[in-house]
């Protein structure tokens, strides 16, 4: 659907070069249009009516960005190795697409309308906006589950969200077309504004619940994805306020300046490129922009850099590799070895019976098995590793 006011634009469009009849009096031809288009598509050239070409030069320049936008992602789709980012590249594909179609339908209010011209700006209106607004809607859904969970659904599970959302409002602008041209038999151009307003508010409703999502996102857990739901929720910030200020200026403003029918259609082709470019620049360009980065690569630790300590490196206690009866033993040993270099400081200590303790040659003599050896004896002390002591052996009775 939204390719078909481009293509019908194309269509229309191709009659525009043509020449000028010699005997048409030359005072009737809008200045800027000498060699250019003739009516009904004098706005397109008409440097009198100056917003038709600005608005012209700046929808064909966001049709452009959009359509380049879009092959870059569909080029750059099979690099994308992350589940998170390749989820979506759909909703932003879609997105372009209604932008496409916003250029394209602003092109229609450049025209002098008719029956089918009117009929297909009443159609098309609320769908592309719907369109957009959805992709905003399913990327806030998706940003709220990368925040929380960590992981996204499926690429092709919001698309098919953003085109369900999307066709409640076909069928709302179906319906008010039926009931407004074929059983009432009324003119498609002949409709009050408030009417066009109205068919349109389930648009804002979806802009609403878009930037609701988009807060609730700002909420999640993981910091990787709050730089993206803040453009989203300035997106959807500054299209709210776009929308209450070309709704107000539509319903209020050109009765209020005397210019009710003369600056309906500026005020609406002029609200279709706002929209579009708003879409483009702050959604559009930094998730595509997102999406394309490179996954960061770990960095190596530099070992020279003895500001702070390696990443990957701890401290290393070999008491934890030994076991608990190995471990028990090495500390009696280190105690006895306390108790031995006090020996030899003091020549021998009494005990309470003031009996001469054993020197601590003595003492040597004695085999005390090493750590290593019980280590390699697997925790016992075996009887031909331990000598016995011989019979004249009095130390027990010395201690």
């Given amino acids: 659907m939204a390719f078909f006011p481009v293509v019908f634009l194309l269509i229309s469009l191709a009659p525009l070069v043509s020449s000028q009849d010699p005997d048409e009096d030359s005072s009737a031809v809008p200045r800027g249009c000498g060699w250019g288009p003739v009516r009904p598509y004098t706005l397109l050239c008409d440097l009198d009516s100056v917003w038709g070409v600005a608005v012209e030069s700046a929808a064909a320049g966001g049709a452009l960005v959009a359509i380049l ?52 700006r009443r159609a098309l209106w609320g769908l592309l906006f719907a369109l957009c607004f959805s992709c905003l809607l399913v990327q806030g859904v998706r940003l709220r589950r990368l925040g929380r969970e960590r992981r996204s659904p499926g690429g092709c599970t919001l698309t098919g969200l953003a085109l369900g959302l999307s066709a409640v409002q076909g069928i709302i602008a179906a319906e008010w077309l039926l009931l407004t041209v074929l059983r009432e038999g009324r003119a498609a151009c002949q409709y009050l504004p408030l009417d066009f307003s109205l068919a349109c508010s389930y648009v804002l409703v979806l802009l609403l619940a878009a930037l609701g999502a988009a807060t609730c996102a700002l909420c999640g857990k993981t910091q990787q994805w709050r730089c993206n739901a803040i453009w989203l929720l300035a997106t959807c910030l500054l299209s709210l306020l776009l929308w209450v200020a070309w709704v107000g200026f539509y319903l209020y403003g050109n009765a209020w300046l005397g210019r009710s029918p003369d600056w309906d259609e500026p005020a609406l082709a002029i609200a279709l490129v706002a929209q579009g470019w708003l879409l483009l620049l702050f959604h559009a360009v930094p998730e595509a922009h997102s999406c394309l980065r490179p996954p960061p690569q770990p960095s190596a630790p530099d070992y020279f850099d003895t500001s702070q300590a390696p990443s990957r490196m701890r401290e290393t206690s070999f008491d934890e590799d030994i076991p608990l009866s190995h471990r028990q033993f090495v500390e009696n040993q280190g105690y006895g070895f306390d108790e031995n270099t006090a020996g030899l400081r003091t020549g021998g200590h009494h005990n309470g019976n003031t009996a001469p303790r054993p020197s601590a040659p003595f003492r040597s003599n004695v085999y005390q098995p090493t750590e290593m050896t019980m280590i390699l004896n697997g925790g016992a002390v075996s009887s031909h590793t331990v000598p016995s002591a011989p019979p004249t052996y009095t130390g027990r009775q010395l201690w």
């Fill in 69 to 120: 936008l879009g092959l870059v992602l569909l080029c750059r789709l099979r690099h994308m190795s992350e589940a998170e980012k390749r989820s979506g590249v759909g909703p932003i594909l879609l997105l372009l697409l209604g932008i496409l179609g916003l250029f394209g339908l602003s092109f229609a209010y450049l025209i002098e309308r008719d029956e089918q011209l009117c009929v297909l």
